[in-house]
């Protein structure tokens, strides 16, 4: 089944506790990328992947790093993690930055809570 | 700056018909997205316009006007099922995804 997975769906930490939300994908696609999204502000993007070792920002970064080691993988680390970090997080992919538009898959998410 | 505007809530009776509204001011412009998103699921993709006029998907529609920077959604034949949050989506400067901040549907009996 095609699907893009996420681990862990749900996380309670505290602040400045390191953690990594990992994001697979089985279909091979070359563009990913990480939201946040929060009550009335919609999904923001952190972090996007055009390809393996290629990655640049969104509109909100700070706070975050990513790492496109391997195609099928977009892990987003959170080095030192504050409570307003506390969020739903959605990875997503798409066969290439061209087809965002009409075919962008979203995993079931990631609720962090940052206490 | 970018962003996009779209109502925050909207409702509307089972079998009538509703428009949802999406304005958006980027500084490149490659496509209208729109997603839905029920309570606790993942956004899911409903439809694309990548030039001007009308797209049509079963129940759904999609419009957009470049020119005024402009687009809506169309849900017709509205089911309890719909009740949901949608979102307008443009690829912006780059390739960089922007979204609207949702648009709450309510479907009343």
């Known amino acids: 089944e095609a699907q893009v997975t996420q681990n862990p769906r749900y996380l309670i930490t505290v602040t400045g506790k390191k953690l990594t939300v990992t994001c697979s994908q089985n279909?091979?696609?070359?563009?990913m990328s990480w939201y946040r999204q929060d009550p009335g502000l919609g999904l923001r993007q952190i972090y996007y992947s055009m390809n393996v070792e290629v990655t640049d920002k969104g509109d909100v970064p700070e706070g975050y790093k990513v790492s496109r080691k391997e195609k099928r993988n977009f892990p987003l680390i959170l080095e030192s993690p504050s409570p307003n970090q506390t969020s739903l997080y959605f990875c997503a992919s798409s066969p290439n930055y061209q087809s965002w538009g009409y075919e962008q898959y979203f995993g079931p998410g990631t609720r962090l809570t940052v206490t | 700056g970018q962003s996009l505007e779209q109502p925050s809530e909207v409702t509307a009776v089972e079998g009538a018909i509703v428009q949802i509204n999406c304005t958006y001011q980027t500084s490149g412009f490659y496509g209208l997205s729109w997603y839905q998103q029920h309570d606790g699921g993942a956004p899911t993709f409903l439809s694309y316009n990548a030039l001007d006029g009308l797209e049509e998907t079963g129940r759904f529609s999609s419009f957009l006007s470049r020119s005024d920077s402009y687009g809506y959604l169309l849900l017709q034949e509205l089911q309890m099922k719909d009740s949901a949050s949608y979102f307008c989506?443009?690829?912006?400067?780059?390739?960089?995804?922007?979204f609207g901040a949702g648009t709450r549907l309510f479907v009343k009996a």
């Open positions: 989506a443009v690829r912006g400067g780059g390739f960089k995804t922007i």
């Open positions: 279909m091979n696609h070359e563009y």
